[in-house]
């Protein structure tokens, strides 16, 4: 059989990546130009930065994949490109990039929402996973649980109603002086720090909501932060900003664990009750904050007691890349979601955009 390269863009944030996948599951080539260290010192993603770097990398970048893949623009069948949700400047890169290659290239556009790119990210470690399952997706702009029976066949379970995981990470890094972006370090501090330290709150919202409210644990934290004395004057005297701070005072380690400890239960809960209520026994993890160890080893933990099977991809797939893009666009193209000719030109790109309804 004829194997079908896609090649995918995705420019949402503050990552910029092309890659050809091919086949759906397979990553021919892959490249992705992080801005964590230009971002790191806002101890958050600028949109204005973010959009200008992207501008500056984006055509590098896919030369770069074209000649490491060895494959002609003949033998692309169609570029896939996230058109949202994300930020707008940044979007706007990709999507325009995407329309110039396929105007001058006569392939067709396959629009694909961001979020979809990161339940794909699955396919690409485990090509032949059956539907259904339950997707838990955590990054840093999304927080929200699907059931997913087929390619293009999601069902919205709830999200956030304020800041994602990844956000809530990021911030009460800010708050502890740990620079950005928040995931890794937290997880990182937590390994040797206390979890049970501060009983931080846990929001569970209303009985079999499966939504999640992450601002009231961060303000929590804040409020902690500020009634210790000692912790604040150590923060106050300024700790490193470095992306793995080498010295830490233990207090401020067992915050962050302490809060890494709430956040995890919840998306545990959440995710083990969505198996539960579906009758679901495979479980996909992904985005960002799938790469959290204390995430991975409780949801194991949650997930055998119910014979649930948890599936992630590696870190580089858990957070944003083309390949899930590439790998979205190749089953959207199968069930001929795709733009072609003049139908193009009008595509613009959506900052908020659901899934699944
Ligand atoms: O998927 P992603 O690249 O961005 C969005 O689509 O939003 O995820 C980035 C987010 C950041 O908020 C970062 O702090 C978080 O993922 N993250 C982690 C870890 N690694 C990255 N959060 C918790 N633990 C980690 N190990
Ligand atoms: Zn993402």
Redesign the pocket.
Known sequence: MRSVNILGIES??D?TSVAIVRDGVQIVAQEIASQIALHHRFGGVVPEIAARKSMETIIPILEQVMLESGIDFDDIEAIAVTIGPGLIGSLLVGVSVAKALCYVKHKPLIPIN?IEG?IKAIFLTYPHLEFPFIALVV????TSLFAVYGHTDYEFLGGTRDD????A??KV?KILQLGY????V??HLAKAANPAAVQFPRAYLEKDSFDFSFSGLKTAVLQYVRSQTKALARLDAGSSAEIFPKEVPPEIADIAASF?EAVVDILVAKAISACRYKQMEQLVVV???A???R?RSKMEQGAQKLNVRVYYPP?LL???NAAMIASAGYFRKLAGNFLEGKEIFPLNPMSNLPLGG
């Open positions: 949402s944030c990552e961001h990161h990054s840093g702009g999304h994602a995981a990844g956000e990470f990021d890094a972006p928040g995931g890794p937290i997880d890494q985005g960002g904050v790469s959290n160890s995430l870190p858990c957070t944003d």
